[in-house]
């Protein structure tokens, strides 16, 4: 088969490999369509050590060589037993178990769900990590109610376009932050009731004219002082990445004064990847796609993602 594998000193090679060989309880999806994240360039990066050369991609849809049926893969493997956190022999696919920048990927079966019939190959690989992402960090996390307001840090991204979307399904008001004035206006399209430019305004101060916020979800890390103060009291704020920084100070009576909820999460468990393609089946949103290319261009797709001019998912074709 023709894959992508990560090589020492970060380079990428399109190359001709073997076919994988299932190991017990798994089975060969031949990729129709992968989907890049911000995780695939840390693997590149090195920032997570695994073993190379190392096919990465943690998202992919396809069709089962066994079978025949199409279906999308749960890239969340081995996540325990407890709904609370993943269990310690969690990993996600591509790293350190090869992943989709490839035409096969060997997966657990029990990793394989029918896909969404109404989405396409493109948009049914954009949904797995992104949006079960967002899913967990809404509902099984913050717990969000119809009618509450949620702040979605970073408008364009995966999750935020994936956030945005399954709050308004669900009945909340939707307010987003980007540097790009066109971004904001994209998430608008998506239902968000409005945005403010963090580059040009004061972000904090735009919330609090407009009544502070619910619920926070904040991938920046380096913001959660800012996030805080967007809450009313007894709000939440869910965080899940450090694209800012990956250390931070809070004061600690103005947050437990607030009685303010700052919670962690990461990816999904099976219930709630379940979740996530019921709120597909019952909706008529569809993941956003920026831009599908050849399985060989991964690398400029990856400069594309590093850069951030993107809106939504970047997605290869695979087959």
Known sequence: MQAIRVHEGGELRSEAVPDPEPGPGQVVVELKAAALNRRDLLVRDGVYPYPL????????????????????????????????????DFEILGGPDNGTFAELVAVPVENLCPKPARLTWEEAAALPLAGVTA??????????????????????SGVSSFAVQLAVQNGARVLVTSSSDEKIERARGLGAAAGVNYAT????????????????????????????????????????????????????RPFYFAQWSLLGTRMGSPSDFAGLLAAVEHGSWCPVVDSVRPL?????????????????KLVLSCS
């Open 53 to 88: 050369p190392l096919v990465p991609g943690s998202d992919g849809a396809g069709v089962r060589r066994d079978t025949g049926a199409e279906v999308v893969i749960n890239p969340a493997l081995r996540w325990g037993p407890s709904e609370e956190a993943n269990g310690p």
């Open 135 to 156: 899913y967990r960090a809404l509902f099984s996390r913050a717990r969000l109610r119809n009618g509450e307001t949620v702040l979605v840090l970073g408008a364009g």
């Open 201 to 252: 305004d004061d972000w904090v101060a735009w919330v609090k004219e407009r009544g502070n916020v619910d619920v926070v979800i904040d991938s920046v890390g380096s913001t959660w002082p800012q996030s805080l103060e967007c809450l009313r009291p007894g709000g939440r704020c869910v965080v899940f990445g450090a694209t800012g920084g990956t250390e931070v100070q809070i004061p600690v």
């Open 296 to 312: 060989d261009e991964a690398a400029d797709a990856l400069r594309q993602l590093r850069d951030g001019g993107h809106f939504g």
